[in-house]
């Protein structure tokens, strides 16, 4: 199901997290939540979220 072409791939994911520009995972999912027009993988979002945050504030 989650290799279905219906479902948003994690670099989709990963771009919708970057252009959010919030710096915390539940802002995050709500952001996804609300803009994301296809379905996502839950866990695979966070998962990068998290990633994609600690890598953020090494610059702030």
Excluded at 18 to 33: F, N, P, R
Aim: overall charge positive.
């Amino acid at each position: 199901m989650k290799n279905d072409e219906n479902f948003a791939s994690e670099s989709e994911i990963r771009e919708m997290i970057a252009e959010s520009g919030k710096t915390k995972i539940t802002d995050v999912m709500v952001y996804l939540e609300r803009r994301m027009k296809k379905p996502y993988d839950v866990k695979l979002a966070r998962k990068n979220a998290r990633e994609l945050i600690k890598e953020m504030k090494k610059y702030m």
